[in-house]
């Protein structure tokens, strides 16, 4: 397949670790890095600003439509020109992220952004239905996932690192608030995809896990062989 465009996808729950391994796996092989759950979010902030209701289904696909979002390769997120990167981080931003993101019509309105960006560009996107519904195409489809009780706490972590300290039970209720709507919506659930690999991060470093996934590209891609070594 080194004649065409590679795409791994990484699919998973609420801090089983995907941006930061799909980032560190970009980053080793060169790939273009996206973070669809960064798109949905930037959505999201932009109805919270304006005060849209969540409930109002055709106001959120209007603003997904009109939304002109950027991805960095930094990682960083513009929204309209504005650079969101860490307004879309807020607990709030996260539930609200969960609530746009069910909606049929914003799904659809972002679907053909996601797919545009990874056009011309070997990528690694990750999201909860990139293997599913984005690419079901891609060469190399992942899933990772971790204890509920683990990804509560590496996301308790990850928001006092930015300095947003967060009650770590409070963290836990929104985490497991946001597996179940995930699970249960009815446009695009999170779902392992059948040919997806499961990787389970419980309990492994960081370089423990992106030795594993490098390994599984190489497998899969004669062009991740080459780019991983």
Do not use: C
């Amino acid at each position: 397949m080194s004649d065409k465009r590679v795409i791994i996808a990484i699919d998973g729950p609420a801090g089983a670790g995907k941006s930061t391994l799909a980032k560190r796996v970009a980053d080793r092989l060169g790939y273009l890095y996206i973070n669809t759950g960064a798109i949905y979010r930037a959505v999201a902030l932009w109805a919270l600003r304006l005060g849209v209701d969540l409930n109002d289904m055709h106001r959120l696909e209007q603003l997904a439509k009109e939304a002109k979002i950027e991805l960095g390769a930094d990682g960083r997120v513009w929204l309209n020109g504005e650079d969101v990167t860490d307004a879309i981080r807020e607990l709030r931003v996260s539930e609200a992220a969960s609530k746009v993101s069910a909606v049929p019509g914003v799904r659809r309105a972002l679907l053909a952004l996601q797919r545009g960006m990874a056009e011309k560009n070997n990528v690694v996107m990750e999201g909860r239905d990139i293997g599913t519904v984005v690419f079901p195409e891609a060469q190399v489809k992942i899933f990772l996932d971790a204890d509920p009780a683990e990804r509560a706490r590496r996301r308790a972590m990850e928001l006092q690192d930015d300095g947003r300290g967060h009650d770590e039970q409070a963290i836990a209720t929104h985490v497991k608030r946001r597996d179940d709507r995930d699970r249960q919506r009815k446009e695009a659930p999170l779902l392992q995809a059948p040919d997806a690999e499961l990787v389970d991060t419980t309990g492994r470093s960081l370089e423990e896990v992106e030795e594993i996934l490098l390994r599984l590209v190489r497998t899969r891609t004669s062009n991740g062989k080459a780019a991983a070594h």
